[in-house]
C-alpha cells in the first residue's frame, strides 16, 4: 500500500494537468492547439517553479511511461484497419514517399545539424506519421529523454500552426478538389487535431477525407515502432560489445523479446477488434475519449518531468530540423499528387 502511495503525488498532478489542459482546449474558439501540446507546456511552466519534485518523481515517471503505453493500446479501437485501407489504397503512394522523405532526408537533416539520432528521429516521425501519437509510441521504444520529446512534440506543433493558416489558402488558390486537398492535408500535416482544422477550413468533404487519410497514416506506426525496435536492439548489442571483453555474454542478455515494445501489439490487436466486430457507438466514444485524456496526462508528466533550461541547451536547431522535415513533406506530397493527376 505504502508503495502504491508513493506514485498517487505524481499521477494526481499529471491529471490535474491534463484535465486543465482539455479544459482549456474546449474554451477556445478555434481549436489551433491540441490539448496535448497545451498540457506538455503547462508542466514544463509548472516545473520551472517547483523547487523539489522527489516526492513527485515516481507518479510522474509511471505516468508518461506506463500509462503511455496503455493510451496508445486503447487508440488502436478507434481505427477499423479495413475501413481506413479502403481510403487509404488512394493515399498509399503519398504516404510511402512522405515517410521516405521524413526518415531517409530526417537522417541527413539531423546529420549536419549534428542532433542526436533520437531527437533525429523523433521529430521525422512526429512529421511523417502522426504527430505526438507516433512521438509517443516511439519514445519508450528508444529510451528517448523526456527533454527529446517535449522538444520533437514543439518542432511539430510550431509549424502545423503555419500549415492551419496557410494550406486551406493554397488549395483554394490552386484550385484543388475536396479530394486532392483532404489527401494532401492528410498526408502533409502532423497532428490529428491540426489535419482536422486544417481540413474543414477548406470543406466538409475535404475535412472528411483528410481525417481518413490521416488515419491510415496512424497504423504505420506498427512498422515503425517494431523497426525501431530492431535498431535499438543492434545498438545496445553493440554498446555492450564496446564496453565488456566477455561480449558473448553481453550479447545473450539482449533480445528482441526483452525490448520488444509489447503494448504495439496490443494497438493492433485493439485495431483487428475493431475491424472484425461491431461494437457500440457509445463503447468507441468512450474509449477514443479515455485514449486522448490518458495521452494528456502522459504528455503533462514529460512536461513535468522537462525544464526550459535542458532545452535551451539544444537551441533551435531542432526547430529548423521540424520546418526543413515539415516543408519538404508539404512539397513531396504535392508534387506526387500531380504525378498521379490527382491534383
Known amino acids: 500500500m505504502k508503495k502504491i502511495l508513493n506514485y498517487l503525488p505524481g499521477i494526481a498532478l499529471s491529471v490535474i ?11 477556445m474558439p478555434i481549436h489551433l492547439i491540441g490539448s496535448a501540446v497545451i498540457a506538455m507546456f503547462l508542466g514544463m511552466l509548472i516545473n520551472y517553479f517547483l523547487k523539489d519534485t522527489k516526492v513527485l518523481a515516481k507518479g510522474i515517471k509511471f505516468t508518461s511511461k506506463k500509462i503511455l503505453k496503455f493510451a496508445i493500446i486503447l487508440l488502436g479501437l478507434s481505427l477499423n484497419i479495413t475501413t481506413i485501407l479502403n481510403i487509404g489504397r488512394m493515399s498509399l ?7 521516405l522523405t521524413c526518415f531517409g532526408g530526417g537522417y541527413f537533416i539531423g546529420k549536419a545539424l549534428g542532433l542526436n539520432w533520437k531527437l533525429s528521429n523523433l521529430i521525422s516521425a512526429g512529421t511523417g506519421i502522426c504527430g505526438g501519437s507516433a512521438i509517443a509510441a516511439i519514445a519508450p521504444t528508444i529510451d528517448a529523454d523526456d527533454s527529446d520529446v517535449a522538444y520533437a512534440m514543439s518542432a511539430t506543433f510550431l509549424f502545423d500552426m503555419a500549415m492551419i493558416v496557410l494550406f486551406p489558402i493554397m488549395g483554394q488558390a490552386m484550385g484543388m478538389s475536396d479530394q486532392a486537398f483532404g489527401i494532401w492535408a492528410g498526408t502533409a500535416v502532423n497532428d490529428t487535431s491540426s489535419v482536422v482544422a486544417t481540413g474543414y477550413a477548406f470543406s466538409e468533404g475535404a475535412g ?3 481525417t481518413m487519410v490521416k488515419l491510415t497514416r496512424t497504423l504505420a506506426i506498427i512498422p515503425t515502432v517494431i523497426t525501431f525496435a530492431f535498431i535499438q536492439l543492434r545498438l545496445k548489442r553493440k554498446e555492450a560489445l564496446a564496453n565488456n571483453e566477455n561480449g558473448s555474454e553481453l550479447k545473450a542478455n539482449f533480445s ?5 515494445p509489447w503494448f504495439i501489439l496490443g494497438f493492433l490487436a485493439m485495431s483487428i477488434v475493431a475491424s472484425l466486430f461491431t461494437i457500440p457507438a457509445e463503447v468507441l466514444s468512450f474509449t ?3 485514449s486522448k485524456f490518458l495521452m494528456v496526462c502522459a504528455l503533462a508528466a514529460i512536461g513535468l518531468n522537462t525544464s526550459f533550461s535542458g532545452l535551451k541547451k539544444s537551441g533551435i536547431r531542432p526547430m529548423v530540423h521540424g520546418f526543413i522535415i515539415s516543408a519538404l513533406v508539404v512539397v513531396v506530397a504535392l508534387a506526387v499528387e500531380y504525378a498521379m493527376g490527382i491534383v
Open 17 to 27: 494537468v491534463a484535465a486543465a489542459a482539455w479544459f482549456i482546449e474546449s474554451i
Open 93 to 99: 503512394t503519398v504516404m510511402i514517399f512522405t515517410l
Open 208 to 210: 472528411d477525407f483528410a
Open 256 to 260: 528482441i523479446i526483452k525490448i520488444f
Open 288 to 290: 477514443k475519449t479515455a
